[in-house]
Nanobody, 120 residues
Framework: QVQLVESGGGLVQPGGSLRLSCAASGRIFSIYTMYWYHQAPGKQRELVASITRGGSTNYSDFVKRRFTISRDNAKNSVYLQMNNLEPEDTAVYYC??????????????WGQGTQVTVSS
């Protein structure tokens, strides 16, 4: 059984910052690419950022220069530092990990999500 648990969401004023964390646990053989997605009310889930096991990163245009994704392979964890938050960033944020359980093939696993609300 694999679990991804996010934390760090909350209510923040426009221009503020939050740091999201996501830790994977269970019978994990190896974790490959890790991702952050978000889903605003009434909208589809969309990719925010991704990071490979080696540390290569990719960002969606709407968060470039405001958000930073990082990971700690020893802790099976991924982080999202969000600065200069805007009301449009309000959404549920989900982490996803492409990982192998035991000697099984690589599959994507999702966390349960954490709410981020940007409002004055």
């Amino acid at each position: 059984q694999v679990q991804l648990v996010e934390s760090g969401g909350g209510l923040v004023q426009p221009g503020g910052s939050l740091r999201l964390s996501c830790a994977a646990s269970g019978r994990i053989f190896s974790i490959y690419t890790m991702y952050w997605y978000h889903q605003a009310p009434g909208k589809q889930r969309e990719l925010v950022a991704s990071i490979t096991r080696g540390g290569s990163t990719n960002y969606s245009d709407f968060v470039k220069r405001r958000f930073t994704i990082s990971r700690d392979n020893a802790k099976n964890s991924v982080y999202l530092q969000m600065n200069n938050l805007e009301p449009e960033d309000t959404a549920v944020y989900y982490c996803k990990a492409d990982l192998a359980v035991g000697a099984a093939t690589i599959q994507g696993y999702w966390g349960q999500g954490t709410q981020v609300t940007v409002s004055s």
